[in-house]
């Protein structure tokens, strides 16, 4: 059996990842943030948990991570986060929705989180802490980075890379074997039919109103 689940976070992104792990039966023992969570049916009967430190009462070796803080481009919280409880040891865990379609050809690291409606397909790379959101699309051979946010309904076509720290905004569209750099934020609605070098922004462009 899967060992217990604490959840860092408690927004609106650790309430779809807790209705995911209730339905894959983990057991979760509490929920850690800085603000007492909402008084929503999906929280009830979790313990909670105010600072950081309190992760620290709980042995690595007992229990696993689930990353719930959002993604939002430009800010590095998330990220952090990840990369703090890993330097002190701990685990964290991969979440698959079980309405998501992964190819079981596909490649998902550590951290991972693939939610309702996602699909991945055969021999594309997730990497470490990446979201792939509701309705996202990842299609074949697609290599993504690490702490990338693919954002709901965005569809990725066959053989694009992506680097670290990627942000690619609801809606948008990356044509066939497009490469991204690092730290490149793709707003929402956005058509990619170019490379992309490390640290660009690329934005939706305005329509001429007459």
Not at 167 to 174: K, Q
């Amino acid at each position: 059996m899967s060992k217990p689940v604490l959840v860092l976070g408690a927004g609106g992104h650790a309430a779809v990842l807790v209705d995911m792990l209730r339905q894959l039966n983990h057991t979760i023992v509490g929920l850690v943030a800085r603000d007492k969570p909402a008084d929503k049916a999906v929280f009830a009967g979790i313990p909670y948990y105010a600072s950081d430190d309190d992760v620290f009462s709980f042995d690595k070796d007992q229990v696993l991570l689930v990353n719930g803080i959002g993604s939002l481009p430009g800010r590095n919280i998330r990220s952090g986060v990840h990369q703090q409880f890993k330097q002190a040891g701990y685990q964290f865990v991969t979440v698959v929705s079980p309405r998501a379609i992964v190819s079981d050809y596909s490649s998902l690291a550590e951290g991972v989180q693939v939610m309702p409606g996602a699909i991945i397909n055969a021999n594309s790379i997730i990497g470490a802490g990446t979201i792939v959101n509701s309705g996202a699309i990842v299609e074949h051979d697609c290599n993504i980075g690490s702490h990338n946010h693919i954002a709901p309904g965005v569809a990725l076509s066959g053989d694009v890379s992506t680097g670290d720290y990627v942000h690619i905004g609801t809606g948008a569209r990356v044509i066939q074997s497009i490469k991204i750099g690092d730290n490149v934020m793709v707003g929402a609605g956005a058509t990619v039919i170019k490379n992309l070098d490390s640290n660009k922004k690329l934005y939706v462009a305005k329509p001429f109103l007459v």
